[in-house]
């Protein structure tokens, strides 16, 4: 899991197919959006997909994520055609629903 200041690409990741389907990137991408949309001034994420990777895609979906561009982009195997989901910081802290609040340390 990567996660960048960069506005157009902002978060992506890779997982050992015999790890695929487990729900750890689903659990990553959580965690990576708290992270992004607590630090100050990070209102906006972008996250680059390739087309046919379908089940990155769905985690963006699920996630309150849209889709909002399609092109080409180069990853690791080459050139493919890529789709670009975006969530506001407002969006994602309305799909994540109230987090219960920490203790003061004493």
Known sequence: MHLMKNEDDTRGFCLDPLWQGLGLMSES???ANNFRFGAPGMTLLHVPK???NTASCRIS???GM??????ERGYACGRLP???WEITAE????W??????QASPA
């Open 61 to 63: 979906q699920r996630q």
């Open 29 to 31: 991408c959580v965690a």
């Open 96 to 101: 994540r629903g109230p987090q219960p609040k």
């Open 82 to 84: 890529s789709r670009i």
């Open 66 to 71: 849209r889709m909002v561009a399609m092109g």
């Open 50 to 52: 390739a087309a046919a």
């Open 91 to 94: 969006e994602w802290r309305v």
